[in-house]
């Protein structure tokens, strides 16, 4: 179960809901909804207000992921989604007490 | 705060610490080698789940010990030299070093203020590159063992951010002795 949860950093986000818990900008803490996109440097968020544009880097999200509950930093997936899976995994085995 | 301790205390007051990380062999061991061939046959029958110190009596087995990846934090002891290259290193591959006051309360006259100089040169070099480094008592009998404030006060009229050295104390007992951190900014909550 915990192998499965380490693989999110490494695998596509798009069909999770997300919500931005820390950021730099006051104004997006709070932001919910659905991954509907995402680039190397955002997230596009449907919440019931619309579509929202968030950066990644240097915010915090939670994420509901296999019926648990994950904070994440932004930092760790600024990559584009495609080399995300490659990049996402050398994280994980650079990542010391990390098994992989 | 957490203090980095070599010995099994019994019956301690309240020293202001959150937790003792002891490096008996169970959850912590405490690796010492005298050059880099047995370090790395020493490390190759550790498992993995524990976290691992170096006593670095040399610097070539410091430098052997922050290239492993088996290795967390390197235990501060009198014979260390910490030079320039090895703390750029421990930065780059995420060592903790361990700052312990045990050293300078062994030591006497001139080799105390050799190791005062020492120390304030280290604590330079961590600040500039920002590695991970633990400040503690060092402790190998309770006679050694300082409450809280008085090694952040030792430590902090050096340079030392104490700030800096709580967060890096926590991220290395939290990778071992908590099941929901799985590396920096990625935990589970629920």
């Given at each position: 179960m915990r192998r499965e949860l380490q693989s999110l950093i490494a695998r596509?986000?798009?069909g999770l809901k997300v919500e931005v818990?820390?950021?730099?900008?006051?104004?997006?803490?709070?932001?919910a909804g659905e991954v509907v996109d995402e680039t190397m440097w955002t997230l596009k968020i449907m919440t019931e207000k619309g579509l929202k544009i968030v950066a990644k880097k240097g915010r915090t999200f939670k994420v509901w992921f296999m019926e648990q509950v994950v904070k994440i930093s932004g930092n760790l997936i600024t990559f584009r989604p495609e080399d995300r899976i490659k990049r996402g995994l050398m994280l994980l085995k650079r990542a010391k007490g990390v098994k992989v | 705060m957490f203090d980095f301790i070599r010995f099994t205390p019994t019956d301690l007051p309240d020293l202001g610490f959150k937790s003792y990380v002891i490096?008996?062999?169970?959850c912590a061991i405490a690796l010492t080698a005298n050059n880099a061939k047995e370090l790395r046959e020493k490390l190759k029958k550790i498992k993995d789940n524990i976290l691992v110190g170096v006593v670095g009596k040399n610097p070539e087995v410091c430098r052997e010990a922050i290239m492993r990846?088996?290795?967390d934090i390197l235990l501060d002891c009198i014979e260390r030299e910490l030079d320039y290259a090895t703390i750029k290193l421990a930065a780059e591959k995420d060592v903790t070093i361990e700052l312990g006051l045990s050293k300078f309360l062994k030591s006497n006259r001139s080799e105390r203020l050799k190791l005062f100089d020492a120390l304030r040169t280290e604590i330079k070099v961590i600040n500039k590159f920002d590695t991970p480094f633990v400040v503690s008592?060092?402790?190998?009998?309770?006679?050694e063992m300082r409450t809280r404030k008085q090694i952040e006060m030792f430590f902090s009229f050096f340079g030392c951010n104490i700030l800096k050295a709580r967060k890096s104390a926590e991220r290395v007992v939290r990778r071992y002795f908590?099941?929901?951190?799985?590396m920096d900014g990625f935990e589970i909550l629920e």
């Open positions: 596509d986000w798009i818990v820390e950021s730099p900008n006051e104004s997006e803490v709070g932001i | 490096f008996d062999g169970k990846k088996k290795v008592s060092a402790a190998e009998n309770m006679w908590d099941k929901n951190y799985i």
